[in-house]
Each structure stands twice: as structure tokens, then as C-alpha cells.
T-cell receptor, first 112, second 115 residues
């Protein structure tokens, strides 16, 4: 069975602080895909990044960066210099062979 | 390119009724997946359609059903509504292979309240 754990239920930071959202996954498959989505109060999930299991390269996109480590089954997400607009629920997800498993989400609040 | 659209956005029903939700995928996307999101259970996969065929199904009772039309638009139906069916129902579309590997793009959701 697949499982995605986002241990941090809620995180609160002050604007301009860096924040890391943790994601740990479990799967017996060797081929799988990991995703991060952002869900603002409006409800729509916004795609942030997709990474396949064979690509452990870290990625940076503006203030966002992702650290994928197969050895620890983790796919962590860091926001640098956070902004109020980053306030949302962030979901980590594991997709493979027709199965999709989402974590419970981390609610990030960025205070001015 | 227009995103995934879902109608209606809000819906109030009473127990025992049935409801049909609609989803129009991004143009060119052939796979549509449905999810239920509740505070207690989180995001749970309902089913996925590709080329008018249900390809994958989550662990939901038979009261939940869906279909996909030749233009890739999809509907899901919930019969004999229960209070616990109150949720945000999200539709996602992807280019071809659905949940296998392609990125799923989500619609704004339909908020269903069952009284």
C-alpha cells in the first residue's frame, strides 16, 4: 500500500522567513511520481512540481525549492523569503500505476 | 487555454436525494479523475476515466458512479445522499495516461452540502 505523511499539520511564520514543508512517502514500486500542490482558500489545487522516482535532482523555481532523497523517501519543499500570498494548504502526493495518494496537507500561514 | 471547469460550484441537497456533478477537462486532455475532499478523510481518489472507460476506482460505495463522454467531459453521480457525503468534489484532467504519471490539473471543485 502507498502512504504519504506530512507530519506538520500547521506552520506559522512571519513574512520573509524561510519555511520547509516535510513529506515522507512509502511505496513498494520502483517507478512512481511525486507531486506538490498548493490549495489556496478558493479551493482549487494548483500544481507546483512533479518529480519521477529516477530523477533525484533538486529543483529551484524562484523562491521555491524541492529536495528529493530516495534514501530517506522524502520530498521536502522549501519556500525562501515567504510572503503572505504563500498562505495556503500544501499537499504532497504520490502517483503510480493508477493509484494516487495524497498526504493530509500542511496549512501554512504567513503573517505580515 | 482554459482550465478545468466544474459545475455547479455550490450545491445543497437533502438526505436521500441524488446529485450529478459535471467536469470539463482542459482542451486536449483525455483523462479525468474525481476526488472527494473532507476535513476528516482528506483527499480521496474516487475514480478515473479515460476514453469513456473507467480505468481506476477508489474505495467508495456503489452509490458513487461516473461516466465520461466522447468529448472527454465527465459527470459523477451520487445516489441516496448521506450527511457524510458533504464535501468538496474535485475533478482533475491530464493529457493522456491519467494517474500513472501525467500531471493532473485540478478544477475549482463543487462544494456539496447534504442536509
Amino acid at each position: 500500500a502507498q502512504k504519504v505523511t506530512q507530519a506538520q499539520t500547521e506552520i506559522s511564520v512571519v513574512e520573509k522567513e524561510d519555511v520547509t514543508l516535510d513529506c515522507v512517502y512509502e511505496t513498494r514500486d520502483t517507478t512512481y511520481y511525486l507531486f506538490w500542490y498548493k490549495q489556496p482558500p478558493s479551493g482549487e489545487l494548483v500544481f507546483l512540481i512533479r518529480r519521477n522516482s529516477f530523477d533525484e535532482q533538486n529543483e529551484i523555481s524562484g523562491r521555491y525549492s524541492w529536495n528529493f532523497q530516495k534514501s530517506t523517501s522524502s520530498f521536502n519543499f522549501t519556500i525562501t523569503a515567504s510572503q503572505v500570498v504563500d498562505s495556503a494548504v500544501y499537499f504532497c502526493a504520490l502517483f503510480n500505476a493508477g493509484k494516487s495518494t495524497f498526504g493530509d496537507g500542511t496549512t501554512l500561514t504567513v503573517k505580515p | 487555454k482554459a482550465g478545468v471547469t466544474q459545475t455547479p460550484r455550490y450545491l445543497i441537497k437533502t438526505r436521500g436525494q441524488q446529485v450529478t456533478l459535471s467536469c470539463s477537462p482542459i482542451s486536449g486532455h483525455r483523462s479525468v479523475s474525481w476526488y472527494q475532499q473532507t476535513p476528516g478523510q482528506g483527499l480521496q481518489f474516487l475514480f478515473e476515466y479515460f476514453s469513456e472507460t473507467q480505468r481506476n476506482k477508489g474505495n467508495f460505495p456503489g452509490r458513487f458512479s461516473g461516466r465520461q463522454f466522447s468529448n472527454s467531459r465527465s459527470e459523477m453521480n451520487v445516489s441516496t445522499l448521506e450527511l457524510g457525503d458533504s464535501a468538496l468534489y474535485l475533478c482533475a484532467s491530464s493529457l493522456e495516461q491519467g494517474a500513472r504519471s501525467e500531471t493532473q490539473y485540478f478544477g475549482p471543485g463543487t462544494r456539496l452540502l447534504v442536509l
